[in-house]
């Protein structure tokens, strides 16, 4: 796990800082809304939070590991850009664009419509589409 500068903006692009923004969610605080779940699951694939990634995936389609620690090369996460959202009591949805690279290779996105479920009070990523 990289350590983060709790004063510069959060890995999620919120300049509020990571301890006032994904920070609480990565120690156990419940998101709010399914756009705060997807933030922090952003910002755990840029500090390689696998643990962090297993628990707010639901359980119908959690894989067993995401072996992040082991990927060559490692992504450099460049930034995160969220184009829509729509909340339900029970269900969301969030479309979003985060930019990567790969060793010295030519910046990518990821375009991304993912899927959640409230339940018990917590919101989970359920699965998404990507997007070309």
């Known amino acids: 796990m990289r350590a983060v500068d709790t004063l510069t903006p ?8 990571y301890a006032r923004c ?3 969610l990565h120690e156990g605080r419940p998101a709010s809304s399914a756009e705060a779940l997807m933030r922090s699951r952003y910002s755990a694939y840029v500090l390689k939070r696998e643990d962090y990634l297993l628990a707010t995936w639901h359980p119908s389609t959690r894989p067993a590991h995401l072996k992040l620690a082991a990927q060559q090369p ?34 990518q ?12 009070g917590r919101w989970y990523y359920l699965d998404g589409e990507i997007l070309t």
């Open 74 to 107: 490692a992504p450099s996460w460049l930034g995160l850009s969220v184009k829509r959202h729509e909340d339900g009591a029970i269900e969301a949805e969030v479309e979003f664009i985060a930019r990567l690279r790969y060793g010295g290779g030519r910046a």
């Open 22 to 24: 994904c920070g609480p």
């Open 109 to 120: 996105r990821l375009h991304e419509v993912s899927r959640f479920l409230r339940e018990d």
């Open 10 to 17: 959060c890995p999620c692009g919120n300049a509020s800082g």
